[in-house]
């Protein structure tokens, strides 16, 4: 190879100089080494056999580098091709280097075999990059390159990582069908024209951070984390996903966006794509703070996690299909030195890391992640409401119950509220519940309507029931009568001898008739009339509670 270099070398510049270098078929023993070589013509390697490295570094070759089914055992190396780059079904045993290069047309890898890392950061292809079918044993990279055309990994298989991080795509990327092992980074680029990712399977995260969507996309995509901060979307949009946890903090949605969860394995070229490595198949968004709702729709998407606060017309935003959200901690728990019991309902993540943060019974609420911050109830209240407000306009009454349940927990334990305020919150979340316990207001009346019993058996009742009299005179041809009727005499005796079956049926007529009709007319004490007053009028009270509660939770 040196004697060749010599013989081919420029007097004047002392470097390689060819018109067309063919060399198809042929066998270099060691590497094919062409540094600083000048190509005016193509360079034809097509099935030759390179047992190390094909080192075109610092060269220029001005037509087409046409390396086709050919076998090099090392690294390949070039810096410039003003022509069309074929690799088709070439094998690289070690890296494929093309970090700074600039090529003048396309760039073809089709079904060839790399064992290393194709590099081709900062590179300029102004053409179509296609590495459809490529088995690349590393990663893949192009960072900060600018491709005029299509940039194709269909069906490739990616032993690494794929890197496109500040990359800007003129034309469509396609990824049908490519498996990559390790993460699919498309941080900060910018891609113009493509209208389809996928469907992929990416082992590790999916990262469109900070990416700009230039025309409607339709991403589909098998991967356990997908990263939209702070992305752009100028067209329409389209997530299929499985596995996924989705990020949307601070992306920007210019136009209707829908994140759906995908039920079936996804399939390419009439085959289904395997998904080694990921279970679980739920489709979980992790937070919308930032995002304007107006244009998103979340379609059978797990909200556990998700982080409402902060987001932007979340009354607007639209649910469909099943979507999960936190629920309360069951069963009596000891809050302080009082055992309670959590009233079973939907809450946000944000309460649970609210709850956690505070000393008494928060054991079993979730705490919130490492340096995330803990919004107090004032700031979560809002979020209820707007939730709430979505509930209701998606015509979802027991799901915008939950929310105004969440509304008035909030309000109740807020601190910028008045303490009048609060108290009064406070009542009404004992007695009914904020009017969606019905069971609760029905346990309050039993509870009156049995004090009230007791008391009117035990004070209410007279002793006897006054019998009327009636005295009169006779004058003359007329009578004149006058009939009165005895004050009720206080009940005497022990308290266990008015506990009496007769006594108990006419105390619970008198507090029925006081719940639901009017007075009964029996005779009472006193004290059995200022109790009937107080039933009167609290005991109606809570049973219109219990009534009021009903429709809320079953209405739909």
């Known amino acids: ?120 950061e900062q590179a300029r292809i102004e053409g179509v990059a296609s590495l459809s079918g ?21 069906r490739a298989v990616i032993g690494g990582n794929a890197s496109f991080t500040g990359a800007r795509i003129g034309g469509e990327t396609w990824l049908s069908g490519a498996q990559v092992s390790g993460h699919l ?41 997908v990263n939209c901060r702070r992305a752009r979307w100028a067209s329409t949009a389209a997530l299929r996903l499985r596995y996924a946890s989705v990020d949307l903090s601070g992306a920007v949605l210019e136009y209707p966006v829908t994140i759906a969860a995908q039920s079936q394995p996804f399939t ?71 055992l309670v019991r959590w009233t079973p309902r939907r809450v946000l993540a944000e309460e649970h890391h609210w709850r956690a943060s505070r000393h008494q019974g928060a054991a079993d609420w979730t705490a919130a992640p490492t340096g995330e911050e803990v919004l107090t109830p004032a700031a979560l209240a809002p979020v209820y409401r707007q939730l709430r407000k979505a509930f209701e306009d998606g015509k979802h009454e027991p799901g915008a119950a939950d929310f105004y349940y969440g509304e008035m927990e909030m309000r109740r334990h807020a601190h910028d509220i008045p303490g009048s305020e609060r108290f009064l919150l406070t009542v009404y979340w004992a007695l009914s519940g904020y009017g969606l316990r019905a069971s609760r207001a029905l346990l309050w009346l039993l509870a009156a309507m049995t004090v009230t019993v007791l008391a009117m058996m035990v004070w209410g009742l007279p002793k006897d029931d006054p019998q009327p009299m009636s005295s009169g005179t006779l004058a003359r041809n007329s009578i004149t009568l006058t009939t009165d009727t005895p004050d009720p005499v206080n009940p005497t005796g022990p308290y266990r001898h008015r506990l009496s079956s007769e006594r108990f049926e006419k105390s619970l007529r008198v507090v029925i008739n006081s719940v639901v009709f009017r007075s009964s007319g029996q005779d009472l004490t006193t004290a059995g009339t200022y109790t009937e007053m107080a039933s009167r009028l609290t005991e109606p009270v809570l049973l219109g509670l219990a009534v009021l509660a009903v429709p809320g939770r079953v209405k739909r």
């Open 134 to 154: 490529t088995r690349i044993g590393g990663h893949v990279r192009f960072e900060d390159a600018e491709i005029e055309g299509a940039v194709a990994l269909s």
């Open 1 to 120: 190879m040196d004697k060749l270099r010599s013989a081919l070398s420029d007097p004047a510049t002392g470097r390689p100089c060819l018109g067309s270098a063919r060399f198809d078929r042929a066998q270099f023993t060691s590497s094919a080494d062409f540094r600083g070589a000048e190509i005016r013509g193509d360079a034809c390697f097509n099935k030759a056999i390179i047992r190390k490295n094909a080192d075109f570094e610092v060269s220029v070759i001005r037509g087409d580098a046409m390396f086709m089914g050919a076998v090099i055992g090392g690294d390949a190396s070039f810096r410039e091709i003003c022509g069309t780059t074929w690799f088709e079904w070439a094998k690289i045993g070690g890296d494929a280097r093309f970090a700074f290069s600039k090529f003048g047309g396309d760039v073809g890898f089709g079904d060839a075999t790399i064992g290393g890392d194709a590099w081709f």
């Open 185 to 225: 980074n498309l941080r900060r680029a910018t891609l113009d024209r493509s209208t389809q990712l996928g469907p992929l399977v990416c082992a590790g995260p999916l990262d469109v951070s900070e990416t700009v969507f230039g025309t409607a996309v339709t991403i589909e995509a098998a991967t356990p984390i």
């Open 268 to 338: 390419a070229g009439g085959r289904t794509l395997t998904e080694p490595g990921l279970t679980n198949p739920r489709v979980q968004v992790e937070s919308l703070r930032g995002v304007d709702a107006a244009h998103l729709v979340l379609a059978d998407t797990d909200l556990t996690t998700c982080r409402f606060a902060g987001t932007v017309h979340l009354d607007q935003l639209r649910l469909e299909g099943l979507y999960p959200l936190d629920t309360a901690p069951t069963g009596l728990r000891w809050h302080g030195l009082r």
